[in-house]
Structure formats: structure tokens, C-alpha cells
């Protein structure tokens, strides 16, 4: 409901900024998107059409079970060898 031109508080949603990691499939062309706080995983032939296919796959995660965040994922990289057979 809107009150002078305003959303009241009760029908604003908050938005959620979220982690998106997408890399390429290993067996095919495509691109996989994955979003680990909420574990909704999908994919796109291209960035962007993965994108927007996670952002809808949590959206409808997200109407089920609502989030409860505990802090941010930390997103780094490292180093590993291969075990020599």
C-alpha cells in the first residue's frame, strides 16, 4: 500500500545483496552460477544469461525459505600441486 506516493514499511522487501560464483562447466560450453548462500546452483550459455538465471533460481529459493544471514562468504584463492600417482 502506498501512502503519499511512499511503500509503507510493510510492503517494501529488503533486498539481499548476494555472492554469484560462475565458472565453466568441465563437460560442456556452458556456464555454471552458483550462489553458496543459499546453495541454488543453475546455468547460461553466457555470463549473463547465467546470471539472471541464479538471480531467478534464488528469488524462487527465497520465497520458500527465507535467509537468515550469519555474515558474508570470503572468496580468495589458492595454490595446490597435484598428488604425483
Known amino acids: 500500500m502506498k501512502a503519499n506516493g511512499k511503500e509503507s514499511r510493510a510492503t517494501r522487501k529488503k533486498s539481499l545483496n548476494l555472492t554469484a560464483v560462475i565458472y565453466p562447466d568441465a563437460d560442456s560450453d556452458w556456464l555454471?552460477?552458483?550462489n553458496p548462500e543459499t546453495g541454488t546452483?543453475?546455468?547460461?550459455?553466457?555470463f549473463e544469461e547465467a546470471l539472471a538465471n541464479l538471480k531467478e533460481a534464488?528469488?524462487?529459493?527465497?520465497?520458500?525459505?527465507?535467509?537468515?544471514?550469519?555474515?558474508?562468504?570470503?572468496m580468495t584463492t589458492f595454490e595446490a600441486s597435484p598428488a604425483h600417482a
Do not use: D, N
Not at 546452483?41 to 553466457?46: P, S
Open 32 to 34: 555454471v552460477a552458483h
Open 41 to 46: 546452483t543453475t546455468q547460461g550459455k553466457t
Open 58 to 74: 534464488t528469488e524462487l529459493y527465497l520465497s520458500e525459505f527465507p535467509l537468515r544471514p550469519k555474515g558474508r562468504p570470503i
